[in-house]
């Protein structure tokens, strides 16, 4: 799974959902945190954020430590979404016992797995059994061949398998889906392959060059701005919803399409996790505790193993300036989209070294 991947919040229509915390104020709470279980993974994809290892650290968070993160998180005023996210959370032996944890603590807690030989109907069913309330699948291909030459061969056939014994258990999945100039061609295919899966949720990050992914070739940013515009058709036909990573001007297009804007450029009726970005309603915790705005934008603001994660996340300079949208600099300064949308600030360091310039993805012309 891509680490930014869960519950944005839905832009528009009949299948927008409500925060299950009701509203939040991201200046005061997360509304999603992250958990980087283990960078541990037996596959090598091309795009990989955590350039996985085939073993656990020795580094990672133990399993006692992890239990006093998840007290910490369960005694948060607002409760977090929590996603357990790797490398492959399934190669750290006591994974079951976190779940578990977490959801005897009040937590609501999703899984992404990795489509290897662990992802069997046996684990699939202790997930459910242990309260997971949804899992991550990612499918970059409509076929073996196009998916398989990004995530190792027998991958497609594995992300089936585990979306077939998630029906049949009733275990809720989404679909994640990597944006680039290898993929997008295929995206057409893959949104109705999404629906045969019979996914809640299409999530597509849009690439970001870090980690493995600064071999791959991103889209144009009019390239992108077509593909935002055939998800929102997309997103009108289809019974799931659709939502993107990084690539926050998909709520602008939304808007746009939709008519759901006022004076000022805001919508309407738009739920509070709709504006959720790096930092901005989003926190990600490292295997070894660091504590990142997320997993794309490699900019450590503390460690959970001195620091509490509320008060690194509201205090912290750094996530401080991501919260204040007058601090972003060129086009994303000065948009009128800004409030809901900022532009990713991870593209925005890739390509420059400032997470405050403005998103090279977006062709939007503020001034027009």
């Known amino acids: ?36 279980v283990t960078r541990a993974c037996p596959l090598a994809c091309d795009h990989c954020r955590a350039e996985a290892m085939i073993e656990p650290s020795p580094e990672e968070l133990s399993y006692q430590e992890g239990i006093e993160f998840l007290d910490e998180l369960a ?5 977090p979404i929590l996603v357990l996210t790797g490398g492959d959370p399934l190669m750290r032996d006591d994974i ?35 309260g997971v309330s949804r899992m991550a699948l990612s499918l970059d291909g409509s076929s073996p061949e196009i998916h398989d030459a990004v995530r190792g061969e027998g991958s497609y056939n594995a992300v089936l398998r585990a979306a077939s014994v998630s029906e049949n ?51 144009s940013a009019e390239r992108a701005e077509e593909v935002m515009n055939f998800l929102y058709e997309e997103d009108l036909k289809r019974p799931y919803m659709v939502k993107t990573t990084e690539a926050c001007h998909y709520r602008r297009v939304v808007m746009q399409r939709s008519g759901c804007m006022n004076e000022v450029g805001i919508g309407d009726g738009i739920g509070r996790s709709f504006g959720v970005s790096d930092g901005n309603g989003i926190v990600f915790v490292s295997r070894k505790g660091e504590i990142f705005p997320s997993g794309f934008l490699p ?9 509490g994660l509320l008060q690194v996340y509201r205090e912290n300079e750094l996530f401080q300036e991501l919260r204040d949208k007058s601090k972003l600099k060129g086009d994303c300064g000065v948009c009128g989209f800004n409030e809901i949308c900022g532009g990713s600030r991870a593209r925005a360091y890739a390509a420059t070294g400032d997470h405050l310039q403005e998103d090279p993805l977006c062709v939007h012309d503020p001034e027009s």
């Open 299 to 307: 900019l450590e603001a503390g460690n959970i193993r001195e620091d």
């Open 75 to 79: 005694d948060f005023e607002k409760v």
């Open 1 to 36: 799974m891509r680490d930014d991947d869960m519950e944005k919040g839905h832009p528009h229509g009949s299948k927008k959902g409500k925060s299950p915390h009701g509203k939040i104020d991201h200046d005061e709470f997360p509304f999603i945190v992250f958990w980087e």
């Open 169 to 219: 258990i009733g275990l809720p999945i989404q679909i994640n889906t990597m944006v680039t100039e290898e993929t997008v061609d295929d995206l057409p295919e893959i949104a109705e392959k999404v629906e045969d899966l019979g996914a809640v949720m299409w999530a597509l990050f849009f690439l970001v060059e870090v980690g493995r992914g600064e071999h791959l070739e991103s889209v």
């Open 96 to 130: 079951f016992d976190l779940v578990g944890y977490a959801v005897d603590k009040g937590i609501r807690t999703a899984f992404t797995p990795a489509p290897t030989r662990s992802l069997d109907e046996e684990n699939i069913k202790k997930l459910k059994e242990k």
